[in-house]
């Protein structure tokens, strides 16, 4: 069994920029890009914002976001096998948040609301109403996953200084 200060350090690096950059993400849109969004009309940014939906199901996307992931996984397992060591415990909670905060939140959140807006016609009434509420409800849950992200960086980074 590997202790936590032994896990490999490129993987740590990984996880924390990873989670810095999915932060960075989700801060311009929770910061600006939502708010430019709200100032068009309903029909223009519902079109946008499908836009914008189809175009972030990319790999580089995919690998910061799932790939962060799948490190924190990693980082989560090893540290609660070696809680005693120094460093484990800002690795757990580092990388719980990140999983609970940053990914379920996206997938029970954030997915099913461009899901809605995906199939929505942008010149129906319906969409303006969908989209006033889509607009209030998926900044919030941004905000949620935008500060989860950043708090796991934060602790993943104290893990890495008391852990070296």
């Known amino acids: 069994m ?10 740590k690096l990984f996880a924390i920029l ?35 939906n189809i ?8 690998i910061a976001l799932f790939g962060t992931a799948l490190a924190c996984l990693f980082l989560a397992i090893a ?4 809680l005693h060591q120094p460093g484990a415990v800002y690795l757990l909670v580092g990388s719980s948040l990140y999983l609970v905060g940053t990914v379920l939140v996206t ?13 929505a016609n942008p010149d129906s009434t319906e969409a303006a109403n969908l989209w006033a509420r889509y607009l209030t ?7 949620v996953r935008t500060i989860a992200a950043l708090s796991a960086a934060t ?10």
């Open 107 to 119: 997938i029970a959140f954030n997915v099913p609301l461009n899901d809605a807006l995906a199939i």
């Open 155 to 164: 602790l993943l980074t104290i893990a890495l200084g008391t852990s070296n």
């Open 55 to 62: 175009t972030a199901i990319n790999p580089w996307f995919m």
């Open 137 to 143: 409800n998926w900044t919030l849950w941004n905000h």
């Open 79 to 82: 540290s609660l096998l070696q």
């Open 18 to 52: 990873g989670c810095g950059l999915v932060a960075g993400v989700f801060f311009a849109f929770s910061t600006f890009v939502m708010s430019a969004l709200a100032r068009l009309q309903p029909k223009e940014g519902i079109i946008a914002m499908q836009s914008i």
């Open 2 to 11: 590997t202790n936590v200060d032994q896990l490999p350090l490129a993987l």
